[in-house]
């Protein structure tokens, strides 16, 4: 019987593992929901999910594993897939099964395992903070290091790893006040404990629908009341639409669903690999979505989700406990998960001091190119003309993974390649995608589309890679940026009251604004930043903002600030406004 195993073999090793992502899977939205920051922040259930079902798509390999081989295989896979900062600390909190032994692994050399994996994530990351998914991780492997002296089953011990984890969880709140403001749990550290427990379901020989989630002991948080509170009630959320297409032109496939799907689809993910295209998008027009991807190659795979009716059975689920709240916690429903998205950085922003750590590798080629991470068409316009060699589609809500930004990297012919990922929750995965590719491969931590710009026009091809990143990163840091957008969710963030559909102005992560009109936000974000005594704004206007609108307000900040103004389409999916003064 399961819940009498004393050592894990290669099979049963995939099994757990196969438990634990089935486990976060269910409850993805739940996880997503936990995000605090009040505008899309790209979803960390999401970005877990997907992390973790690369390793676990790479595991489906082959029927039989020893221990060793699906170790090697699944933290593979984990490093390639992982996307945002919360995948890419899983990847590594996962490096650590690479100890266990060639067969089987018991208690003790599973605690060792996971002991490993904490370390190795700590150092992963540049400033580890506290009340993260980091301290659910390391509580958790410590508990199992002292159960490991005792517990007599692999069940036993993962109990005790259980429960260390969720009472970590529960604390989490108390380490970060911007957490006990909004009255929620780490995200992260949530979605970790729900794999944690989906580990230990298979170890008791249960499906994963046979453990409920409760809210963590000493918390106030409820996880269907917290997930009801912010889901509209009258929302409209669309399809989640997954195609994989085979065609012998996949390049080309890739480029024209991007262009097509983005015109009435969101959270959009077009990859291309060989002769398949893999296709994420939401949207209200699955069928259309189907039918362009049809016209283009051969349907391999096909996966629509209506996430209406998941958000609405989170909302009923949620209703009988927002008003007698149970002791234990109510269970969480479980929903359908949805592919696509990024999350809520964990991982601080690199200082210049640590440059010439990474570009002290000196490569080997004397012309460098530069791959950038841009969304919006205007925007990829905007870094192709510049001289960006690659233009990743991605940014805020979606992340490209370490893989996309390794091929991206491994594309550039010959020459050494400086990565600009101009967004804080890419940066992780921009840095592992640098170690796999080695020497010639740099970052350049920018963390905003305006630094990534600054960076661009300091971009001169011939100089040394090490002594253009340096100088990249020098002009991208002088550079402050403006954003307007729209709040998703009733929140408290930096102590400010926020509503659902006020729009929000931002000076880099500083919420300087909230206002019921998005000019309105737009001019006291400038004001802010001083655009009386600049010479120049340039403002890219979001794919939901009209043309219109957006000349009025460049009409408005020459009259109110006698700036000279340049107003371009970005189309960026996000941010309605993405401004910088000079």
Known sequence: MANRLVRLDGDRFVAMIKAGHERLRQHVSLVNAL?????????????????????????????????????????????????????????????????????????????KALAEGVHIAYRAVAKPVEGTMLTVAREGAAAGVKAARQAETLADWMRSVVAAAREALARTPEQLPVLKQAGVVD???????????????????KTSADTAPAAAP????????????????????????????????????????????????????????????????????????????????????IKVENMTLQHQTIRQQARPEATEPQAGGAPAPAVASCSAGADRASAQRVPQSQLPSQTRETA???????????????????????????????GQTMNPSTEEIVAAVSSIDGAAAIVL??????????????????????????ISIPQGIAAMLAFLPDLPPHDLAAKMWAAAERVRA??????????????????????????????VEVAEHRNDAALAVLTRMGAADAELLTMFYGRDVPKEEAERLAVLCRERFGVEVELQAGGQPVYDYIMSLE
């Open 364 to 394: 080997g080629a004397t012309r460098t190119a530069v791959v950038a991470v841009a969304a919006g068409d205007g925007l990829r316009e905007v870094f192709t003309s510049l001289g960006a060699a690659v233009v990743l589609s991605g």
């Open 187 to 205: 995200s992260g550290g949530q979605g970790l404990l729900f794999i944690f427990e989906g580990f230990l379901s298979f170890l008791e020989g």
């Open 421 to 446: 990922p101009n967004n804080k929750n890419i940066i992780m995965a921009a840095e592992q995608a640098r170690q796999v590719v080695g020497q010639r491969a740099f970052v350049v931590p920018t």
């Open 482 to 511: 403006g954003h307007v957008v729209r709040a998703v969710r009733d929140s408290v963030y930096q102590d400010v009251a926020i509503r659902a559909n006020q729009f929000l102005g931002l000076i880099d992560q500083t919420l």
């Open 35 to 111: 995000n605090i920051f009040p505008v899309p922040d790209g979803d960390t259930g999401t970005n877990m999910e997907m992390s973790l079902a690369a390793g676990v798509e790479k595991l489906a390999a082959q029927a039989h594993w020893t221990l060793a081989a699906a170790a090697h295989t699944l933290a593979a896979g984990l490093l390639m897939g992982a996307r945002g900062n919360s995948g890419v600390i899983l990847s590594q909190l996962f490096r650590g099964f690479l100890q266990l032994p060639e067969e089987t692994a018991g208690v003790q050399e599973c605690a």
């Open 218 to 301: 000493g918390s106030d948080v409820h996880w269907t009341d917290f997930a009801a509170a912010h889901v509209p009630e009258e929302a409209e959320y669309g399809f989640c639409t997954e195609v994989l297409i085979r065609t012998p032109q996949a390049s080309a496939a890739e480029a024209a669903l991007r262009r097509s799907l983005s015109g009435y689809g969101t959270s959009l993910l077009v990859v291309a690999a060989d002769d398949l295209v893999k296709v994420h998008v939401h949207t209200m027009e699955p069928l259309r979505a189907l039918q362009d991807a049809a016209g283009l190659g051969e349907l391999v795979k």
